[in-house]
């Protein structure tokens, strides 16, 4: 069975920074994505970043763009977030999230490309 464990979370203040962990339990074979995404109660789940587990090819959604960096540790299978300058409006619960392919017909940041998630983490930013 396979689990996405996260940590990291926590509460600072506006233009602090805080890295997100995440480590893939009980899969084998390479992942195609990982990604991060957040969610604000009553809001839709957003796609912060990705990575592409066998190119190394990322993307982040523009609010983020230049503040967080996404990495991978493949030996460790391993995901990162290292969330820099950060705002009031990242506040969110984060989650980490994995997919074993990919669907051509949808954006590769949207939640229903992947089909593993973790349990999730809260990041509360303070002005």
């Known amino acids: 069975q396979v689990q996405l464990v996260e940590s990291g979370g926590g509460s600072v203040q506006a233009g602090g920074s805080l890295r997100l962990s995440c480590t893939a339990f009980g899969y084998s074979v390479s992942w195609y994505y990982m990604g991060w995404f957040r969610q604000v109660r009553g809001q839709e789940r957003e796609g912060v970043a990705h990575?592409?587990?066998?190119?190394?090819?990322?993307y982040y959604t523009d609010s983020v763009k230049g503040r967080f960096t996404i990495s991978q540790d493949n030996a460790k299978n391993a995901l990162y977030l290292q969330m820099n300058s950060l705002k009031p409006e990242d506040t969110a619960i984060y989650y980490c999230?994995?997919?074993?392919?990919?669907?051509?017909?949808?954006?590769?940041?949207?939640?229903?490309?992947?089909?593993?998630w973790g349990q999730g983490t809260q990041v509360t930013v303070s002005s």
């Open positions: 990575i592409n587990s066998r190119s190394g090819t990322t």
């Open positions: 999230a994995a997919s074993s392919s990919r669907i051509p017909t949808l954006p590769d940041l949207h939640p229903l490309q992947y089909n593993y």
